[in-house]
């Protein structure tokens, strides 16, 4: 009655470490896979294979104690703030929700706690009886960065967090996660569509294409437009383009991004990019390092690659 089922891999031969204190950035098309990714790395999703590893151990291995720690330490910030807050609550309650399930402290030492959070993301104690719909975008958004870190955390994972607000507010929330990152060696996956923007604080850039990772970079060579040329075509597109970064030759991407569930062989990305060749269609490119933790899947630098 419903036919046959189809699979798809969001996600595919993506490999990567995260290293404590890095903020890690990973771009792409919508529908690249980056939120997959993330939530994979939350345990949100599990891998139909392949392994996540968090300080040495497999994801699927944490068990008692050790899971509660876990889920402490890894968290995840979204795009909606209005998706993650209980409209019901107040933001008092939303930000005690983590020590209640976690069982941490004495009231008195919850409010406290609750308090210091709200010093720390720069909110004034007289939010704390309000509601949701009575703050705006980047309000909420600090109160969702503060439930975050009620855990002390050791990774945030955020998902499009500043896609949804204005470009000051943007800015903001970007300087206070930089700040936080600083203030308690965070580590930061840094998900968005926004390559200009991720490359600005990142220490690294996981660039994705149809699940499937494109190019693996320090930021200084993706600021100078990067070697793929879906990292080019990325930045060709992007509404700041900088006329010195030296790549004008390259065109900007034309037409939709290929549905997963029938993705071109071959390279990917071979159906719109500018530069692809005869054997793009055939080879499916693998990972040709150019340098320190750079990498690049794109037969054009094979001949370049570091042995
Ligand atoms: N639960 C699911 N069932 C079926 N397909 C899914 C599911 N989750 C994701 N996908 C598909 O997997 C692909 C990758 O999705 P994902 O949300 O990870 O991409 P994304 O890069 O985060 O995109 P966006 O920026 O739009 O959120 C998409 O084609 C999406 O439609």
Known sequence: MFGKTRSLHAVQDVSFALQPGEILGIVGESGSGKSTLGKLGMSLLKPTSGAIRYQGKLLSDYRGNDLKQLRCDLQMVFQDPNASLNSRLTIEQSLREPFILHKRGSKQDQHQEILRLLNVVGLPAS?????PHELS???????????????????????????????????????????????????????????????????????LYLGRLMEYAPRDVIAQGGKHPYTQALWQSSPIADPDRGFSDEEPLHGEIPSPLNPPGGCVFHTRCPRAVARCSEVIPRLYPLGPQHNVACLLHEAQAVV
Do not use: W
């Open 127 to 131: 939010v704390l009886h309000r509601y």
């Open 137 to 207: 975008g980047g309000q909420k958004q600090r109160v969702v960065i503060a439930r975050a870190l009620a855990l002390k955390p050791k990774v945030i994972i955020a998902d499009e967090a500043v896609a949804a607000l204005d470009a000051s507010v943007k800015a903001q929330i970007i300087n206070l996660l930089l700040d936080l990152q600083k203030e308690f060696n965070l580590s930061i996956i840094f998900i968005s569509h926004d390559l200009p923007m991720v490359q600005t604080m990142c220490d690294r850039v996981l660039v």
